[in-house]
């Protein structure tokens, strides 16, 4: 198993339940308090601890000390309610606190009661800290697929199992790698999973991590499905940007994702000096691009009997769907059934909007899931005018309809898009109320106007979340100093899905500013999801 796919692996399959604190009120200096850390794996110069999260927390700010007073405290903030504190001293007893803090690092909360940690002492073996995030990817009904995070300094990690929880009779297994697939295990069983790690020399390094329970299935296979959605900003849309200069950075970004799905938006249908030297259409360009491994499901350039020019068209339905397009991994994803609409809503001084739609199959599990991608009308309304609010409107409302038109079977849902309108659109946001009131999930729950997530927020793990999706090429990503960002860019799903992780990709350096240009004027949004 790759270290790349196994470095993108989500949280745990199966969540521990959790209390959150209630949500604060909206004004600064309201939030709750996060209480006191409790300590986990030691070394001798490290510290897991955790604590009980806060929700809509944007971070955490952790002041430690070896004084009860924190005198000469360090810090340190992270997104989940648990951080691993280091470069401690041996034997030595510390002081911990925690506050809620804005995405700048300023504090929302005072911070909470003080908990103690103590380090081991300096003749423990146990020097380095156990490796972090031990979860479950996928699992069938004889492998379970693990992951976790690296850990700087491991010659090798080791993986201890059996159907106990004691671990009696324990296997072991181990890996240089940052992840392994269990196999030879017996039909739905209950397993108990540890890890730790090991130095070059073979000689333990680290305690055993504290057990995941883990079960195989019945039969069914439950795998991760990664789906996107990035506006690429067409060929043509910069003369200070041109594609030539931008896609292999922009490839490279959708290749690091391990993508099973992309809808892309602005993927021009119009000709563009590719990188092999012919004339193609940009997502033509982007599909060689991105390897012979990646399809795309509507290939046709125009809806015409000649397909590949306007000019002179006699009409003919070839599922073409102008700017938008779904690409998928052909090693994972199986097309079944593909089709788009134009719109009749459309704004007169608009390029022709579209849809695209397919009737996709997870090789993996047998599971058939529908997709829907498009690009909304994206002009401003002038003072006084709603035109183009309510056409995003009736877009949205013929998108709905389209769902129940070509999904006839109930299949789970995954809508991708640039919908242009985000929470601070007036007089609303109209698309995404359309798609809500529809019975469709933000898993977000990013709302209008909110500075906490709804509760019906459904993902599981945020990266990045408070960054907004439309970038503008600013130097410095644009960002909410709370947990969700400006989205314009969309992904939402159907009841049952599970989403386990949602990222807005961005490369950015600890300032916030981009590392180069960044290869569109949209960021990418990812999730990682479960179909049921």
Request: net charge positive; charged share 20%; aromatic share 8%.
């Amino acid at each position: 198993m790759s270290r790349r796919l196994l470095s993108l692996a989500v949280a745990a399959f199966t969540l521990a339940a959790v209390t959150l604190l209630s949500p604060p009120t909206q004004a600064i200096g309201a939030w709750v308090a996060p209480g006191a850390p409790a300590g986990g794996v030691r070394s001798t110069t490290a510290s897991a601890i955790s604590w009980t999260p806060v929700w809509g927390a944007p971070r955490y700010k952790v002041k430690y000390s070896t004084t009860k007073t924190f005198s000469s405290p360090k810090y340190l903030t992270t997104t989940e309610p648990e951080a691993e504190l280091s470069g401690l001293k041996a034997g030595t007893r510390y002081y911990v606190a925690v506050a809620v803090a804005k995405t700048t690092g300023d504090l929302l909360s005072p911070y909470g009661k003080t908990g103690e940690v103590v380090t081991r002492g300096k003749g423990s073996s146990y020097v380095t800290l156990t490796p972090g995030g031990l979860q479950l990817v996928a699992r069938n009904s004889d492998s379970l697929t693990l992951a976790w995070r690296a850990r700087s300094g491991i010659g090798s990690y080791q993986v201890k199992y059996a159907a106990n929880s004691s671990l009696s009779g324990a296997k072991y297994v181990s890996t240089k790698d940052t992840g392994l697939k269990l196999t030879g295990l017996k039909k739905d069983t209950d397993y108990w999973v540890k890890l730790r790690a090991k130095s070059t020399n073979g000689k333990t390094t680290t305690t055993f991590s504290t057990s995941l329970k883990a079960s195989t299935t019945a039969g069914s296979v439950v795998a991760p499905l990664r789906a996107a959605s990035y506006n690429i900003l067409c060929a043509n849309c910069s003369s200070s940007h041109p594609w030539a200069k931008r896609r292999s950075t922009l490839v490279q970004a959708i290749k690091a994702q391990d993508l099973d799905v992309l809808g892309t938006q602005e993927s021009s249908q119009g000709l563009t000096r590719a990188a092999d030297g012919t004339d193609k259409a940009q997502f033509d360009d982007l599909l060689d691009l991105l390897g012979s491994r990646y399809a795309i499901t509507n290939s046709y350039r125009y809806n015409c009997e000649k397909s590949t020019s306007p000019n002179n068209c006699k009409p003919k339905d070839r599922g073409a769907s102008h700017d938008v397009r779904i690409i998928y991994n052909s090693d994972r994803i199986a097309a079944v059934r593909q089709g788009s609409l134009e719109f009749d809503a459309q704004a007169p001084d608009d390029t022709t909007r579209f849809l695209a739609w397919a009737e996709l199959r997870q090789r993996s599990t047998d599971k058939h899931f529908f997709v829907v991608n498009t690009h909304l009308d994206p002009r401003d309304d002038s003072v006084g005018s709603s035109l183009h609010h309510n056409t995003r409107a009736a877009q949205t409302r013929e998108l709905v309809d389209t769902i129940k038109k070509q999904n006839r079977s109930g299949l789970p849902v995954i809508i991708l898009g640039d919908f242009k309108t985000n929470k601070y659109t007036s007089p609303s946001n109209a698309p995404y109320d359309v798609i809500t009131d529809a019975g469709y999930l933000d898993p977000l729950g990013n709302t209008y106007k909110s500075t906490v997530p709804d509760r019906s927020a459904i993902v599981e793990h945020r990266i990045g979340t408070e960054f907004n999706t439309k970038n503008n090429l600013a130097a410095t990503a644009p960002k909410s100093v709370y947990t969700n960002g400006s989205v314009i860019d969309y992904i939402y799903v159907s009841r049952g899905v599970r989403v386990n992780e949602w990222e807005t990709v961005v490369d950015v350096d600890d300032a916030g500013k981009f590392n180069g240009t960044p290869p569109s004027d949209h960021n990418m949004v990812r999730i990682t999801a479960y179909l049921p």
